[in-house]
């Protein structure tokens, strides 16, 4: 067999045996899988990326000259529909009997569930076909939203929905850390997509998973859903900004940790209220800004990382951090009336991260490039807020 010319000679060989597979799922599959490979090595928009490459492939076999070519055309133009000239794209008469069922689903179900701390949301539907006998088994998406880094992290299509929904619910029954509940489909199809449109625009994709294979098939089944119409859940209304620090700094938990009031020693106040800030800064970081929303895996983002290359700690801040983290995991849980579980596995998360955090601290090793200009000025002594001190201290280790 000759070496493929251009990309799409590749896609029509990778394809050419599309015609002997069983039912409309199995070409569906096939086709978003090769379309992943376009999706993962686009340089910005990844699905505008696969939008033009199908809108130019469409083109460049406007005359199939096998019935492979005119099956795989088929595929892709209702996997990718507002691609150029998808619209365009008829039934081929030699097409198998299972072409006429490409994309004739509807939607049979629609959950979420996720941890209780907040920090990840997995979406599933689960569609079936107008004939099953030719469009095959009902199949489910599933959609992983990250919300610490803003992103859906992966997509899945499940080739058989039913064994998979009912794992999904004896893991989170079994699991006190997990929650499980029917979804609006509105509010299903706008949480994965908004936070899927940042996922496209990302320079390198989560390594794990199979979201670029799976892309093109999960959008098109999740556009098939309604737009979302249901308002965004609310929360009860709590403290903010300083009545939130004044609140906690009254807490049993900040006493319990033996934090300075505002008569204690000055140093130890001022160190109190800076690593505060920094926890508090750091909340504003992430995706929705909730302070209250702390976890295992976000104190690991703020100690192990975050507030190494934001912030320049001398050692009372140092000194201080891990009660001032100490206390506002036991506040924040408590505000939120997390499981005991989940109290008790954020605690013996903390004992192992704050040791961690101390040897970061001493090595300095995850100070970005300011962050560590700033800390050898401190070292050196120079304030660096005082411009002409700065331009001293340059001047004097300026190379020779």
Not at 56 to 74: G, H, K, N, Q
Not at 151 to 167: R, Y
Not at 170 to 185: G, V
Not at 373 to 395: F, K, M, N, R, Y
Request: with cysteine; charged share 25%.
């Amino acid at each position: 067999m000759p070496a493929p010319r251009t990309v799409y000679d590749a896609v029509l060989q990778a394809a050419r045996d599309v015609n002997k597979l069983g039912c409309a799922l199995d070409a569906e599959m096939l086709g978003t899988a090769l379309l992943g490979s376009v999706y993962a090595v686009a340089a910005d928009d990844r699905a505008a990326a696969v939008r033009d490459f199908v809108g130019r492939f469409l083109t460049a076999t406007v005359d199939p000259d096998t019935p492979a070519t005119a099956t795989i055309r088929e595929v892709f133009a209702t996997l990718v529909p507002d691609a150029d000239g998808a619209a365009e794209v008829g039934h081929a008469t030699q097409a198998p009997s299972w072409a006429t069922q490409l994309g004739r689903v509807r939607p049979t179900g629609c959950w979420a569930y996720g941890d209780v701390y907040g920090d990840q949301t997995s979406y599933l539907v689960t569609f079936a076909y107008e004939d099953s006998s030719d469009g095959g088994p009902e199949h489910a998406v599933v959609a992983l939203v990250d919300h610490n880094i803003g992103i859906t992290k992966d997509v899945f299509v499940a080739t058989s929905a039913t064994p998979l929904l009912a794992q999904v619910r004896e893991i989170c029954d079994a699991d006190e850390l997990t929650w499980f509940r029917s979804e609006d489909p509105g509010r299903l199809r706008d949480e994965v997509g908004r936070h899927l449109q940042v996922t496209d625009e990302l320079s390198d994709l989560p390594s794990d998973g199979s979201l670029a294979t799976d892309r093109a098939l999960a959008s098109a089944r999740l556009a098939l859903l309604p737009a979302v119409t249901t308002p965004p859940l609310t929360e009860p209304a709590g403290p903010t900004g300083n009545d939130l620090v004044r609140d906690f700094l009254a807490s049993p938990e900040a006493a319990r940790y033996e934090l300075p009031a505002d008569a204690g020693a000055a140093a130890d106040v001022a160190s109190m209220d800076f690593c505060l800030s920094l926890v508090l800064d750091h909340a504003a970081s992430l995706p929705g800004g909730d302070p209250l929303r702390w976890s295992p895996a976000v104190a690991g983002l703020f100690l192990l990382d975050w507030v190494h290359r934001r912030a320049v700690l001398d050692l009372d801040d140092a000194a201080m951090m891990p009660r001032v983290v100490r206390a506002w995991s036991a506040y924040s849980t408590g505000r939120r009336h997390l499981p005991a579980a989940a109290v008790r596995e954020t605690e013996e998360a903390l004992e192992e991260l704050i040791p961690e955090f101390a040897r970061l601290y001493t090595t300095g090793e995850r100070r970005s490039p300011a962050t560590a200009a700033v800390a050898q000025l401190i070292s050196e002594g120079v304030d660096p807020s005082d411009t002409a001190a700065i331009d001293a201290w340059l001047e004097a280790n300026r190379d020779d």
